[in-house]
C-alpha cells in the first residue's frame, strides 16, 4: 500500500506541474486585463485608429499579430491571454458589429495556434523532437512547410476576403480546401521525386536553353554564309 501511495503522489505532483503553468497564464492574462481596463488602453488605441483602418481589416490585422506574437512566445493560450483582453474591447469601441466581433475573435483563436506549432521555443516542438528523437531543426522544417502555406491561405482566402464581406465563411473553406489541394499538387513531392512545379519550371528552362541555342545556330551560319561571300569576292 505504501508503493501505491507514494505512486499515487507522485502522479499528482506530475499533475500539479504539467496544470501549474496554463494556470499561471491565466491568472497573468487576468492581471494583464485589469491593467489595460484601468488605463484605458482599449479606449487609446480605438481613438489612435479612428477612421483611418476600416474594420474590415482588423480580423486580418488580429491574425497577423496572433502570428508574430505566437512565434515569438511559443505558446498558443499565452498570446490569447495576451491578445483578447485588447482586441475585444478595441473592436467593441470600433464597431457595434456583432459579425465583426465573431472574426476577429475567430482570427485571434486561428492565428495563435500558429507559433505554437511552428515556434522553436514552443513546448510541443520540444516535446515532439525529444519524443521522436528527431533534430528540432528538422522537425521545425517539417512544420513549416505544412504550416506556413496553410497560414498564408487562410490569411487571404479566410481572414481578408471574409472579412471584407467577399463571401461567407463557408465559401472560404471551399476555396481555401481547393487552394491546399492545388498547393500539394504543384510543390508536394514524393521525396525521391520531383514535384510538379519543378518538373514545369525544368521543361520551361529547356524551352528557353533550346530556343536560345536555335537563335545561336543562326546567328552563327549568318556569319559563316557571309564571311563565305567575302571570301569569294
Not at 20 to 39: K, Q, R, T, Y
Not at 40 to 46: C, F, K, L, P, R
Not at 111 to 125: E, H, K, M, Q, R
Request: glycine share 8%; with cysteine; proline share 4%.
Amino acid at each position: 500500500s505504501s508503493g501505491i501511495n507514494a505512486e499515487y503522489g507522485e502522479h499528482f505532483v506530475e499533475g500539479v506541474k504539467g496544470m501549474s503553468e496554463p494556470i499561471m497564464i491565466l491568472i497573468l492574462a487576468w492581471s494583464l486585463g485589469f491593467a489595460m481596463n484601468d488605463i484605458h488602453t482599449s479606449e487609446y488605441i480605438a481613438g489612435a485608429l479612428g477612421e483611418n483602418m476600416p474594420v474590415q481589416y482588423f480580423p486580418s490585422l488580429v491574425c497577423l499579430i496572433g502570428y508574430t506574437m505566437s512565434y515569438a512566445s511559443g505558446s498558443a493560450m499565452g498570446t490569447q491571454g495576451i491578445i483578447f483582453p485588447l482586441i475585444i474591447p478595441v473592436v467593441v469601441h470600433l464597431t457595434g458589429d456583432t459579425e465583426v466581433y465573431v472574426k476577429t475573435i475567430a482570427a485571434a483563436f486561428g492565428s495563435t495556434v500558429f507559433g505554437n506549432l511552428c515556434s522553436p521555443i514552443a513546448d510541443t516542438t520540444i516535446a515532439s523532437a525529444l519524443f521522436t528523437n528527431c533534430p528540432i531543426v528538422d522537425h521545425l522544417k517539417v512544420m513549416t512547410t505544412f504550416c506556413v502555406p496553410i497560414a498564408v491561405l487562410s490569411l487571404l482566402f479566410g481572414d481578408l476576403f471574409v472579412g471584407l464581406n467577399l463571401y461567407p465563411f463557408y465559401v472560404a473553406y471551399i476555396i481555401s480546401l481547393l487552394a491546399m489541394v492545388l498547393v500539394f499538387v504543384l510543390f508536394g513531392r514524393h521525396p525521391r521525386r520531383r514535384s510538379l512545379f519543378q518538373v514545369l519550371l525544368d521543361r520551361a528552362r529547356g524551352i528557353k536553353r533550346a530556343s536560345s541555342g536555335s537563335s545561336s545556330d543562326s546567328d552563327t551560319s549568318e556569319r559563316t554564309a557571309l564571311l563565305s561571300k567575302g571570301k569569294n569576292k
